[in-house]
């Protein structure tokens, strides 16, 4: 059963990646992999269901 909800549950989705594209602006590319690497951390400490998490592992490295 697919716990993971994939459609943008965003009001604004447009505004939510900018906010990513710029919290990346003007860092170095390994600046920027660990800003990516805290923020995933941080997020999925939100989630807080190692289900979830699993399945949002899976479609980002495109296992089905």
Do not use: C, W
Not at 3 to 13: E, G, N, V
């Amino acid at each position: 059963m697919t716990k993971l909800i994939t459609a943008s549950q965003f009001s604004d989705p447009d505004a939510a990646y900018v906010a990513l594209v710029e919290a990346r602006r003007h860092l170095s590319e390994a600046e920027a992999a660990a800003f990516d690497t805290r923020l995933a951390l941080i997020l999925a400490n939100h989630i807080g269901d190692i289900d979830v998490l699993k399945e949002a592992i899976a479609l980002a490295k495109g296992v089905k």
